[in-house]
C-alpha cells in the first residue's frame, strides 16, 4: 500500500539495498527533511534475508515514510534501479529524485541545500555534489571535488564521471520517464548522467554534501575490468569532441593495462589521510 502523504512530494530518495541492511539503516537514519514532502524508496534486490516495513521501522525514527519495493531475486544495481523508479514514477507527484547508497551519509543540509539551488537554476536538470570518500575499515577519507558548471563537466566526462551516484538529485518534469541504460554495465550511472548531460543543463554544489563508504568487495571494485569497458562505450556513444575522445580513450586504455593492485598502492601512498585532514586535501579518482 502507497503512504498517503500531501502531493506533490518535494523528494523521493531511492536507494537500493542487497545483503546490507546496517548500511541502508545508517544511510536512512542521515536523511534530514520535512517526511510529510519527503518518501524514502527502497529497493530490496533480492537480499538473502528479506527486508520488511517491520525490520525498517524498528531501526529508524518513525517519521521517516518508507516504501518498500521487494525484487524476490537478485536481479543487479541496474534493474533494481529501474524499478525503484518506476515504482516512483507510477505511485508519486515528485519534483525531486535524489539518490543514496547503503553505507553512504547526508550531511544534514544536503537536501536543503540540492533543493533551494534547484529552485534558483530552473535551468539545472541535474544536479551533483562535491563528497568525500571514507573506508569505514581503516578510518583513512579522501576527498571527491569536481568542475561547478556544465561547460567544465562536460569536458571532463571524457575523463571519470564527474557525477558521484550518491550525491545526485535531478528534476523529474525535465527528464520523466528516466531510466538507467542496462547496456553499459557497472557503468549504468555513468551512462545515464552522460544521457542528461547531451541534452540538459547541470551542475555540481562545492558543498561535501555527502560521505560515500569505500567497499572493497563492492560492485565497482569486483567488476573493474567490465565496468571499464563500459566506460568505454560511454564516451564513444556520446563523445563530441574528437580530441577529448582520443584523451579520454587513451586514459582508459591505461587503466585497463594497470593492474589494479598497483592503482590502489598508489592511491594508498598519496591519498591517505586520516578523517581529521581530509578536509585539506583533494584528488581526482582513477
Known amino acids: 500500500m502507497v503512504n498517503e502523504l500531501s502531493s506533490p512530494l518535494d523528494i523521493c530518495v531511492l536507494i537500493p539495498c542487497h545483503n546490507n541492511f546496517e548500511g541502508l539503516i545508517d544511510s536512512i537514519n542521515s536523511i534530514v527533511y520535512d517526511h510529510q514532502r519527503l518518501m524514502v524508496v527502497v529497493v530490496d534486490d533480492g537480499s538473502a534475508t528479506a527486508i520488511t516495513r517491520t525490520r525498517l521501522y524498528t531501526s529508524i525514527p518513525a517519521a521517516v515514510n518508507i516504501q518498500l519495493v521487494r525484487l524476490r531475486q537478485n536481479q543487479g544495481i541496474t534493474k533494481a ?3 525503484g523508479l518506476d515504482f516512483i514514477y507510477a505511485n508519486y ?8 547508497d547503503c553505507g553512504d551519509i547526508c550531511r544534514p543540509d544536503r537536501f536543503h541545500q540540492q533543493i533551494a539551488f534547484l529552485n534558483t537554476h530552473p535551468n539545472i536538470d541535474l544536479l551533483g555534489s562535491w563528497c568525500y570518500f571514507r573506508n569505514p575499515v581503516t578510518g583513512t577519507a579522501y576527498e571527491y571535488r569536481t568542475p561547478t558548471d556544465h561547460e567544465e563537466i562536460e569536458r571532463s566526462m571524457y575523463f571519470r564521471n564527474v557525477f558521484v551516484h550518491p550525491t545526485v538529485m535531478w528534476r523529474v518534469a525535465a527528464l520523466q520517464p528516466l531510466r538507467y541504460p542496462v547496456k553499459y554495465p557497472h557503468a549504468e550511472d555513468y551512462g545515464l548522467f552522460y544521457d542528461i548531460i547531451s ?3 547541470t551542475a555540481i554544489i562545492s558543498e561535501f554534501l555527502v560521505t560515500c563508504e569505500v567497499n572493497q568487495t563492492g560492485i565497482s571494485f569486483l567488476n573493474r575490468s567490465e565496468q571499464l569497458r563500459s566506460r568505454l ?3 564513444k556513444d556520446y563523445g563530441r569532441n574528437k580530441l577529448l575522445l582520443a584523451a579520454g580513450v587513451l586514459k582508459l586504455a591505461f587503466l585497463m593495462a594497470l593492474p589494479y593492485r598497483l592503482v590502489k598502492e598508489v592511491k594508498h601512498r598519496v591519498y591517505k589521510h586520516t578523517p581529521e585532514t581530509m578536509k585539506k586535501e583533494k584528488m581526482t579518482l582513477l
Not at 507527484?93 to 543514496?100: E, G, H, K, M, T
Open 93 to 100: 507527484a515528485v519534483q525531486f529524485i535524489a539518490r543514496l
Open 233 to 235: 562505450r560511454v564516451i
Open 199 to 201: 541534452k540538459k543543463r
Open 81 to 83: 534501479l529501474n524499478a
